[in-house]
């Protein structure tokens, strides 16, 4: 109740109120709680223009039944040679997130995701950095260290 009225207020979430501190270490000891969503790769990227709204609407709807399943693959980016895997505190924030994508992309495509906890997200990845809120007003990249 309190984080809501928080967030109608400040306009940011819990998770971005944190962020907003600039404290790495504050940051990641909340990340070990706050669990985020995480897009799957889509399956397919559909060029609107060559389908009809009704056959358009059918693929995607087949599709998005099939990111139900229990098979997926996390969406990691990879710009300029650096593997970034985008991560979200709301499913609003990804839903911005495939919005612009789409856009870049010039392609549509249905976006399911994970909520899960970074660190069990990001264990068995090879990425360099997560991106926090990608493509909303305010977002953080942190970058990921391996361990030998």
Not at 11 to 16: A, N, S, T, V
Not at 77 to 105: I, N, W
Request: with cysteine.
């Amino acid at each position: 109740m309190i984080a809501t009225i928080l967030e109608k207020l400040t306009g940011k979430d819990d998770l971005e109120r944190v962020a907003y501190k600039e404290d790495l270490g504050l940051l990641n000891d909340y990340l070990k709680t706050r669990r985020l969503f995480i897009p799957k790769r889509p399956m397919r990227f559909l060029d609107a223009a060559t389908f009809t709204q009704e056959e358009l609407m059918a693929l995607i709807e087949e599709e998005s039944k099939e990111l139900g399943g229990d098979r997926f693959e996390l969406w990691v980016l990879d710009v300029d040679g650096k593997k970034r895997l985008p991560a979200f505190s709301s499913q609003k924030k990804m839903q911005e997130f495939s919005g612009k994508m789409s856009t870049r992309l010039d392609k549509v495509f249905s976006l399911g995701c994970i909520e899960v906890l970074l660190a069990d997200a990001i264990k068995d990845l090879d990425i360099d950095f997560v991106d926090l809120n990608l493509f909303s007003q305010k977002s953080w990249e942190i970058g990921v260290r391996r361990q030998p």
